[in-house]
């Protein structure tokens, strides 16, 4: 993060409410069933059972997010909801693909395509919350994070959720399919509305960064994980710049000015 001291025009989005998770491969099993706290929206039971990891991580980050916002809360009917993975689904890709090698397609399961796709974290925070707004998934590789947030600051007609996820590690599987790692799962959710809200913990903006700037950056930038904790540390205010620009690849740059009442966010162990 590098502190600077305008912000130039752009599309700006306010951030309502945002939240953090890290979790390990081992502890999401847990998570399915828990992944809010007591307070939370309560989800159908055992519906994120078939979920890929990274769905369960971002629906998790969500209702974190939601958790945060003070009372009354929002109705997210109408709400957007955008998910930018990278690599996920992979675990259960495997999977099938052993199984379709040992006995055909019996041993793929039904639920590889509608949870391992790249639209699929996306849905299933729409589903879960009774959504009625546009949700689709963003990127789906190494310049996802990229991807997300431009898309996010694109869609200026209606409140969103951006949801940001990523493995620290490629999870490692057995000849089986089976983990043989235990990896940290990273990700991050934020609740955005167009333009500048009075009650906003932050107002994000994408702009292009000038010609000289842009060379000076190297497009080979941290993972995505990284970024997503670079992120969340920017958004905690754990800096005691108030306006920060993150460089973004293909010559972009997201700028952050947090509000004074920002109160202190932390990657949460679920």
Request: proline share 9%.
């Amino acid at each position: 993060m590098h502190a600077v001291r305008e912000r130039p025009a752009g599309n700006a989005c306010s951030i309502l409410t945002h939240a953090a998770v890290e979790v390990r491969l081992s502890e999401i099993a847990a998570l399915r069933d828990a992944p809010g706290l007591a307070t939370d929206p309560p989800l159908p039971k055992r519906f994120l059972r078939h979920c890929d990891e990274q769905t369960v991580v971002g629906m998790a980050a969500v209702l974190r997010a939601i958790h945060r916002l003070p009372a009354p809360r929002p109705t997210f009917d109408r709400w957007g909801v955008l998910a930018a993975s990278c690599q996920a689904g992979r675990i259960m890709g495997a999977a099938a693909l052993i199984g379709a090698r040992k006995i055909g397609p019996q041993g793929v399961s039904p639920h590889v395509v509608p949870q391992s796709s790249l639209h699929s974290p996306a849905s299933a925070v729409s589903v879960a919350l009774s959504m009625h707004g546009p949700h689709f998934g963003i990127g789906g590789g190494p310049e996802a994070f990229d991807e997300g947030l431009l898309a996010a600051c694109s869609m200026v007609s209606q409140p969103h959720w951006l949801t940001l996820t990523a493995w620290e590690m490629e999870p490692s599987l057995d000849a089986e399919g089976s983990p043989i790692s235990d990896p940290i799962c990273r990700g991050l959710a934020i609740g955005l509305v167009p333009g500048e809200a009075e009650a906003a913990a932050a107002t994000i903006t994408v702009s292009p960064r000038a010609r000289r700037e842009a060379r000076a950056i190297p497009e080979e930038l941290p993972s995505m994980a990284s970024r997503i904790r670079s992120l969340a540390e920017a958004l905690s205010g754990e800096s005691t710049d108030s306006l920060a620009t993150l460089p973004l690849r293909h010559g972009f740059a997201l700028e952050l000015q947090r509000s004074e009442a920002t109160s202190p966010l932390a990657l949460e162990a679920a």
